[in-house]
């Protein structure tokens, strides 16, 4: 890390009246992590300098003001690119690109491709993307969760899975709305708020019945119904919430059998 960026935490925690110890239990960390930023000799993590942000009173570009220049990636052809975008030029599109910068957004048929100097992130219908500055990519598909490579675990997606997906389908919504009218039936966006909520909970606690299966099926119910005119036997589909919770309690009392079975065994030996 930059030694001026490093004094200018030191200045920031002590004018906050905080002590390293403080500050490290408030971000979640230890303190020696707080002390190697302090000396420069570690830089913290895109969601520490946001919650450092956020914890002093300061826009990022504050916190990590520099008078080191900052070198200018290559050019970047966008016209020429071929990952992102509907690939059919198609007029749905919307881009917003400066190529002094090399900073863009677009919108297309594939998803929401966003890039600046630091960060790069994609969303589209296989998954989310997102590769920092300093190296880091996170990848989220039908596949899993991978970090720089490694696929991470259920328990390591539940405590990382807490970010403010309500707002960001709510800023998804406002720009299919604006960019191409669907204010309806984009609506039905909304209806991912309380599946995501529910999904991280059921993943939290290893119980099925917490997910909110029941307005994933009226999302599924109103899709048919909007976008297929299966309005009937679209409602077919509520058949199946009844089924969900059945086997949810028929795999809940298995799990409970399987459980007694292995104390019993234990306490016979």
């Known amino acids: ?25 408030k971000l979640g960390i230890s303190r020696q992590a707080v002390s190697k930023w302090e000396r420069a000799e570690a830089s913290p993590d895109t969601d520490n300098l946001i919650l450092l942000a956020r914890l002093y009173g300061v826009s990022l570009d504050e916190l990590l003001r520099t008078e080191d220049e900052i070198p200018m990636p290559e050019a970047y052809d966008y016209e020429e690119s071929e990952n992102w975008g509907s690939g059919d030029g198609s007029a749905n599109d919307s ?79 406002i720009v299919i709305g604006c960019a191409w009218n669907a204010w309806h ?25 917490k997910f909110a299966y029941p307005v994933l099926v009226v999302l599924v119910y109103l899709y048919l119904g909007f976008f297929q005119l299966l309005w ?3 409602w077919v589909v509520f058949l199946t919430i009844p089924l969900y919770y059945s086997l949810c309690d028929y795999f809940k009392s298995l799990a409970r059998r399987r459980a007694a079975k292995r104390m019993g065994d234990q306490n016979e030996e």
């Open 1 to 25: 890390m930059n030694i001026e960026i490093a004094n200018r935490l030191v200045n920031l925690r002590k004018s906050n009246n905080l002590s390293q110890e403080a500050l490290a239990e």
């Open 95 to 173: 881009s917003t690109y400066d190529k002094e910068s090399d900073e863009y957004v677009h919108i297309g048929f594939r998803g929401i491709h966003v890039k600046d100097k630091e960060d790069e992130v994609h969303i589209g219908w296989d998954g989310i993307h997102v590769s920092e500055k300093h190296g880091d990519e996170v990848h989220i598909d039908k596949k899993g969760v991978y970090v720089n490579g490694e696929k991470k675990d259920p328990e390591w997606f539940s405590h990382h899975a807490h970010f403010p997906i309500s707002l960001i389908v709510i800023i998804v919504y």
């Open 185 to 209: 039936p984009g609506w039905l966006l909304l209806f991912l708020i309380p599946i995501w909520h529910s999904l991280v909970e059921a993943i939290e606690k290893k119980n099925a019945s």
């Open 232 to 234: 009937h036997p679209g």
